[in-house]
Nanobody
């Protein structure tokens, strides 16, 4: 059971870029899948990107072509590269092992704010 800590969020103008990092307390090489979620006020938490142990990726339609998920097993770190950011991308972003379980706890996340 690994603990995950998100970082890299901040304030960015529309059209800008950010890279989020998720540092794991232990090896992630044996974790079959991981993903990034986001949640903003008035919206439900949504899965925006996922990656399997073999490297297969999947993206929500709203971020496809703009976001890239990757993992560095040697550094025990998951990344989310976010380009062409839009105000609607504003949210708290969380990383999780997949699949989620009903009573899984969520970390603090990292705040991304896209605004002029």
């Amino acid at each position: 059971q690994v603990q995950l800590v998100e970082s890299g969020g901040g304030l960015v103008q529309p059209g800008g870029s950010l890279r989020l990092s998720c540092a794991a307390s232990g090896s992630i090489v044996s974790i079959n899948a991981m993903g990034w979620y986001r949640q903003s006020p008035g919206k439900r938490r949504e899965l925006v990107a996922s990656i399997t142990q073999s490297g297969s990726t999947n993206y929500a339609d709203s971020v496809k072509g703009r976001f890239t998920i990757s993992r560095d097993n040697a550094k025990n770190t998951l990344y989310l590269q976010m380009n062409s950011l839009k105000p609607e991308d504003t949210a708290v972003y969380y990383c999780k092992t997949l699949p989620t379980r009903p009573f899984d706890s969520w970390g603090q996340g990292t705040q991304v704010t896209v605004s002029s």
